[in-house]
Structure formats: structure tokens, C-alpha cells
């Protein structure tokens, strides 16, 4: 009879098990049990179509703002007066406060709720990271005019999104992405000047877009 053990390594006890701060798998099983089955509508998808890691401290410095999670904890690193309400779902406010904020980080609080149902707080700036690329321009607006009222004069939103080319040409990873919505959501990755239409639509009157070089670009609109 033989007896056989088996242990973690230390990677795998950090990355793969549910209780790690820094696990992984969650976004691991979304992409094999989500992802993984809409790509292969891929083919399907393509006739009737319209048409990791943020880089956080490069978005946040490269528009020299005065102002979940990784996001929030960067904005108050980098701009100590500051302080960031992180508004999304009662399920995801829930797992921001397990496994990404620690109890000292007073300076961030939540708020739940639904974009497009609730009221939003009344803010000098507001971050879109990577919620635009799942709507359709409508919606879009929709949810851009709403924070147009709610934003305090002088202030603005930030949207963080991969960036495609004027011309449509790449880079890659965005055009990946948009197949990746294409699948998934009602939204695509967009250009820096569909962008800046939809805020100009919104009501908002000044209009930066800032390529960082990484993946995620960022779009600045002013009240």
C-alpha cells in the first residue's frame, strides 16, 4: 500500500486558493466557464456586429488630476488630500471590503448600488475603469449625463478604456477586446474621439484623452 501526499507550492497557495487575498480564482473560472463557452458564438457573433492589469499610477499622473479597489488605493497613494467612494453592486462592495481594503485605509468608504438605477453621491470626479466598453453608446449616455448632474461644478470624469487607433488599425489587444464584448456584452472598444463624442453628448465641455503607452488609455471630461 502506498500512501501518497500532496501540498501547495507557495505560488499555487497564492494565487489559486479562495481564502488568498491574491487569488486568482475567480477571474481563472469566470474565463473557463464564461469566457471561454461565449467565444465559441465567435462566428455567429461577427455578422451582425455595429461595426491586466490597469496601469494605474500612469492613468492617474498622466492628466495631473487634483483630486474598486486597486484603482481607489492608488488615487489616495498618489493625492494624500483626497478621499474615494467606491460605488458598485452590494455583491461586489461586499468582496472589495474581504479581500482588496484594510481596515486602515479610512479614506475609502462604499456606496451600493446601481449605476443606472440609483441616485449617484455628489462628487469632484468620477472614474469609469472599464465600464463604458460593455454598453451601447445609448447607455452610455444615459449614465455619463447622470454623473454630469451629480458632478460639482469644475469637476469631471475619468474614463479608463483600451483605446483603438483613429484609423482603426489595432493596437491588438484592444481589438481583441471589442471581439471579447462582442461576445459577452451589448459594447465595444472605441476610438479616443467616440469617446470624447459621447461626453460631449453627456454635457460635458472639455474633452483630454491620454494615450499612457499600456494598455488602458484614459479620457478626461470636464464640467
Not at 501540498?7 to 487569488?23: A, D, Y
Not at 500612469?58 to 498618489?78: H, N
Not at 483605446?163 to 471581439?179: F, H, R, V
Request: glycine letters at 6%; charged letters at 20%; hydrophobic letters at 35%.
Amino acid at each position: 500500500m502506498c500512501l501518497l501526499l500532496y501540498s501547495n507550492t507557495e505560488m499555487s497557495s497564492v494565487f489559486l486558493t479562495k481564502s488568498s487575498p491574491r487569488s486568482l480564482y475567480h477571474s481563472i473560472d469566470y474565463n473557463s466557464n464564461t469566457m471561454y463557452l461565449c467565444w465559441h458564438y465567435l462566428p455567429h457573433a461577427i455578422p451582425v456586429s455595429p461595426a491586466q492589469k490597469i496601469n494605474n499610477k500612469k492613468i492617474l499622473t498622466g492628466l495631473k488630476l487634483s483630486c474598486s479597489g486597486a484603482l481607489a488605493r492608488q488615487c489616495v497613494k498618489l493625492y494624500p488630500d483626497c478621499t474615494v467612494t467606491i460605488f458598485d453592486l452590494p455583491k461586489v462592495v461586499q468582496m472589495s471590503r474581504e479581500h482588496f481594503l484594510s481596515p486602515e485605509e479610512d479614506r475609502i468608504s462604499f456606496h451600493e448600488g446601481d449605476f443606472f438605477k440609483d441616485s449617484l453621491p455628489e462628487a469632484d470626479l468620477y472614474v469609469l475603469a472599464r465600464i463604458l466598453h460593455d454598453w451601447t453608446d445609448e447607455r452610455n449616455v444615459e449614465l455619463l449625463s447622470k454623473i454630469h448632474q451629480s458632478c460639482r461644478p469644475g469637476g469631471g470624469v475619468l474614463v479608463v478604456e483600451a483605446l483603438l487607433s483613429e484609423d482603426n488599425s489595432g493596437p491588438l489587444t484592444a481589438q481583441l477586446y471589442s471581439l471579447n464584448m462582442l461576445v459577452q456584452t451589448e459594447g465595444r472598444e472605441r476610438k479616443g474621439s467616440e469617446y470624447a463624442a459621447l461626453l460631449t453628448r453627456a454635457g460635458f465641455t472639455t474633452v483630454h484623452i491620454h494615450n499612457t503607452g499600456k494598455i488602458y488609455d484614459a479620457v478626461l471630461g470636464l464640467k
